[in-house]
């Protein structure tokens, strides 16, 4: 027994000092980034799992090193980057649970689509100082009403959605008199409707409101408010409904002739064009929160991103898929310049100094960390007008905002800014 | 005397996990805390042969009382902040517990929902209150004492745990008594009871009042666990979680829904974590395996236990 005895007792050792070993050569510990999205529920189609597809195509590519430039080094800095997902339902109160769950586990968190989460989580962050990184949600309260040092938001806020949907109709149609809106009746379709409404009173002294209506969310008929809209007389009609609503809306107010009777402004519309195609009329004003989808600009990082997420996922990435890539691209930005020349991991306190007031590149041009004392980004506004050409849904007579003319300057409330005259 | 070494072990347990424990597993077990204290009152109701599926309604309250307080009068006491939820909860339920101490069965249960939804209704109408987003609020000091920043939730948590065992104690003493054998008469036979001389709309009322107090006293302690307050909480889905936990932990003994509460919140912790695409699915199974295979809850095991001890 004894030779076996000390061959085992040799063995171990020698097992015992390669696990040693092993972390000392394997100096490639990847860097975890959360991402929080909804994979579940009404807002998983249209947004969450496009935004989760485009989250494993980048980090993939990222880690291949084949992202085009300035993001040709491979992962971050480097190092690769392991994702860990997890769903965004459930409500603001889970969530802060799950997230609470997520920060021991990862080193940066980039997620939320729901405004609620994303309030809910910003002051959580700060107490867990974990940066993390908002990616989609609209409301401007976040940095507005509340500063952070964790908390950073790299998608424009849903103000200058409305605000650029507004310009592009008093351009078109100088002479406007009236408008009215069917929005859904929670705080994104309440607080859209406001800054289009002010927007346009800022715009056009006097034009008259004919109705506002706010049906329940997810009602998915819309009989009622369609019969309302055709009997009001105005000449404009607004919606930023989305997903099911929103197809909803486009299949039941189409035959009725609503796209006819009146000139429909579908704000947060974009994402729908790859389910409806060519059942969205022509002459409807369509945006895409941002620069994104079919209105990103002619570079080579919109093209890798529609290309690649094309032939893996055989659709176009749309806003959400969009966005996401570009929170991800926007940390990577940031966390090599916070490394430089330097072998080691830069210190989250220096991540998170690289990314403050930084302009970065992404998917959807340039992204300006502007407001919100460089916490908050600022992007150029997109809106075109659709067209049925050949058979294709086609987006025409596209107008590009500069990002100075359609966000407050900072400091300023958003809903101030509008009322005020939407000066600088 | 076995139910006061209950009470401060579990008090002596909880102020160790308070200031022990790491910072999520604090919040864990204090929302475990404030659906452990909701579905406690469920309880209540329950033994009286009642299902409530809007206690979200009292939930939200409870939170958006301890809230107002602190974003529109700019009162962040926690301690004022619990007893106003739970008071503000009370005095709607002692409204409201006067028309619907009146029903029973289902159209009991579809009120009870309906009134949930109706607060639902106003919230999400309501811009100020920040709509569906919700807003935060902050509490800053226990009973005039400021709270150290990383502090603030281990005290809430040994607050929370003080207000559990003292209302478990008393719901304890309620039901092991003249009340509680006349509440499960309710259950088995109204008629009788009003026979021998006792009024089931008393008794229906009053435990009505005794779940609604209880859930608003969860939603605040619920709202400072968060820090953040939305009209979700009053949501059905909210209410159904509240009887899923009740369901889960059966109805035998007090300690049984802070049980099932803490069980609950690990596996959808679990689920999430490790089944982020089914974690609804997961929950959705385990509910089944016990309605198919431990029909009178979690508890019946801890019985079963003890039985053949």
């Known amino acids: 027994?004894?030779?076996?005895?000390?061959?085992?007792?040799?063995?171990?050792?020698?097992?015992?000092?390669?696990?040693?070993?092993?972390?000392?050569?394997?100096?490639?510990?990847?860097?975890?980034?959360?991402?929080?999205?909804?994979?579940?529920?009404?807002?998983?189609?249209?947004?969450?799992?496009?935004?989760?597809?485009?989250?494993?195509?980048?980090?993939?590519?990222?880690?291949?090193?084949?992202?085009?430039?300035?993001?040709?080094?491979?992962?971050?800095?480097?190092?690769?980057?392991?994702?860990?997902?997890?769903?965004?339902?459930?409500?603001?109160?889970?969530?802060?649970?799950?997230?609470?769950?997520?920060?021991?586990?990862?080193?940066?968190?980039?997620?939320?689509?729901?405004?609620?989460?994303?309030?809910?989580?910003?002051?959580?962050?700060?107490?867990?100082?974990?940066?993390?990184?908002?990616?989609?949600?609209?409301?401007?309260?976040?940095?507005?009403?509340?500063?952070?040092?964790?908390?950073?938001?790299?998608?424009?806020?849903?103000?200058?959605?409305?605000?650029?949907?507004?310009?592009?109709?008093?351009?078109?149609?100088?002479?406007?008199?009236?408008?009215?809106?069917?929005?859904?009746?929670?705080?994104?379709?309440?607080?859209?409707?406001?800054?289009?409404?002010?927007?346009?009173?800022?715009?056009?002294?006097?034009?008259?409101?004919?109705?506002?209506?706010?049906?329940?969310?997810?009602?998915?008929?819309?009989?009622?408010?369609?019969?309302?809209?055709?009997?009001?007389?105005?000449?404009?009609?607004?919606?930023?409904?989305?997903?099911?609503?929103?197809?909803?809306?486009?299949?039941?107010?189409?035959?009725?002739?609503?796209?006819?009777?009146?000139?429909?402004?579908?704000?947060?519309?974009?994402?729908?064009?790859?389910?409806?195609?060519?059942?969205?009329?022509?002459?409807?004003?369509?945006?895409?929160?941002?620069?994104?989808?079919?209105?990103?600009?002619?570079?080579?990082?919109?093209?890798?991103?529609?290309t690649t997420y094309q032939d893996r996922y055989h659709v176009p990435p749309n806003y959400a898929s969009f966005k996401m890539t570009q929170a991800i691209l926007g940390v990577k930005a940031a966390y090599e310049k916070a490394k430089g020349s330097g072998n080691g991991a830069p210190d989250q306190d220096k991540i998170i100094a690289a990314l403050e007031n930084l302009t970065f590149e992404g998917p959807g041009g340039p992204v300006k960390m502007a407001l919100g004392k460089g916490h908050q980004a600022i992007m150029d506004a997109a809106v075109g007008t659709t067209k049925v050409e050949g058979g294709e849904l086609k987006i025409v007579d596209v107008a590009r905002y500069s990002a100075d003319k359609v966000n407050p300057p900072d400091g300023v409330k958003s809903e101030a800014w509008i009322k005020s005259g939407l000066k600088k | 005397m076995k139910a006061a070494i209950v009470a401060i072990a579990s008090l002596v347990a909880l102020t160790g996990l308070a200031l022990l424990s790491p910072q999520w597993l604090v919040f864990m077990a204090m929302l475990a805390l404030a659906k452990g204290v909701v579905v406690l009152g469920l309880l209540v109701l329950m033994r009286t042969g009642l299902v409530s599926f809007g206690q979200g309604l009292y939930f939200g309250i409870g939170a958006y009382a301890a809230a107002l307080l602190s974003h529109h009068l700019h009162v962040a006491d926690a301690a004022v902040m619990l007893l106003t939820g739970a008071a503000a909860a009370g005095l709607v339920a002692a409204l409201l517990g006067l028309l619907l101490a009146g029903y029973r069965d289902i159209f009991f249960a579809m009120l009870s929902l309906a009134f949930s939804m109706i607060l639902y209704g106003v919230l999400v109408k309501s811009a100020a209150l920040g709509s569906t987003d919700g807003f935060n609020l902050h509490a800053r000091t226990f009973f005039g004492v400021a709270l150290a920043p990383g502090m603030e939730r281990r005290v809430f948590l040994i607050a929370g745990a003080v207000c559990a065992v003292v209302v478990a104690l008393l719901v304890h003493r309620l039901l092991g008594g003249h009340w509680g054998r006349l509440a499960t008469g309710v259950r088995d036979n109204e008629l009788r009871v009003a026979y021998l001389g006792a009024s089931p709309y008393r008794v229906v009322y009053v435990n009505y009042l005794i779940a609604g107090a209880l859930a608003g006293l969860g939603g605040a302690l619920a709202a400072l666990a968060v820090g953040h307050v939305d009209p979700e909480m009053t949501y059905w889905t909210t209410s159904g979680e509240f009887v899923f936990i009740a369901i889960l932990g059966g109805i035998q003994s007090i300690l049984a829904p802070f049980m099932a509460?803490?069980?609950?919140?690990?596996?959808?912790?679990?689920?999430?974590?490790?089944?982020?695409?089914?974690?609804?699915?997961?929950?959705?199974?385990?509910?089944?395996?016990?309605?198919?295979?431990?029909?009178?809850?979690?508890?019946?095991?801890?019985?079963?236990?003890?039985?053949?001890?």
């Not at chain 1, 060519?278 to 570079?299: Q, V």
Request: with cysteine.
């Open chain 1, 1 to 306: 027994m004894r030779p076996l005895s000390s061959f085992g007792l040799r063995a171990a050792l020698a097992a015992f000092v390669v696990l040693l070993a092993v972390p000392a050569s394997q100096a490639q510990q990847p860097l975890k980034v959360g991402i929080v999205t909804f994979l579940s529920g009404p807002a998983a189609g249209p947004f969450g799992v496009p935004a989760r597809n485009a989250a494993e195509l980048t980090a993939e590519l990222l880690n291949a090193g084949t992202v085009p430039a300035p993001y040709s080094q491979k992962g971050f800095g480097g190092t690769p980057i392991e994702l860990v997902i997890i769903d965004e339902a459930g409500g603001p109160q889970k969530q802060v649970a799950e997230y609470r769950n997520l920060v021991p586990r990862v080193d940066i968190v980039i997620g939320y689509i729901s405004s609620g989460d994303c309030l809910a989580i910003a002051p959580v962050a700060e107490e867990q100082k974990k940066l993390t990184v908002l990616f989609d949600c609209g409301t401007p309260r976040i940095f507005e009403d509340a500063s952070y040092k964790y908390v950073f938001r790299t998608g424009p806020t849903g103000t200058m959605d409305n605000v650029s949907v507004a310009l592009y109709l008093v351009e078109r149609t100088p002479n406007v008199k009236s408008i009215a809106g069917l929005n859904q009746n929670y705080a994104w379709g309440q607080d859209s409707w406001a800054d289009f409404e002010n927007a346009m009173k800022t715009l056009k002294p006097g034009i008259e409101v004919k109705t506002s209506q706010m049906p329940k969310l997810f009602a998915g008929q819309f009989g009622a408010e369609i019969t309302t809209l055709l009997g009001s007389g105005a000449e404009v009609v607004h919606s930023s409904m989305w997903g099911g609503d929103l197809e909803g809306l486009v299949l039941q107010g189409a035959p009725r002739g609503l796209f006819e009777k009146h000139k429909v402004v579908l704000s947060a519309g974009e994402p729908a064009i790859n389910r409806l195609g060519t059942r969205i009329p022509d002459g409807t004003i369509l945006g895409a929160r941002g620069p994104f989808g079919p209105f990103a600009p002619d570079t080579d990082l919109a093209r890798w991103l529609k």
């Open chain 2, 261 to 309: 509460a803490t069980i609950f919140e690990a596996l959808r912790t679990i689920a999430s974590q490790y089944a982020p695409n089914v974690w609804q699915m997961s929950l959705g199974l385990a509910m089944l395996a016990i309605i198919m295979f431990l029909p009178a809850g979690l508890w019946t095991l801890a019985e079963r236990r003890r039985r053949s001890a």
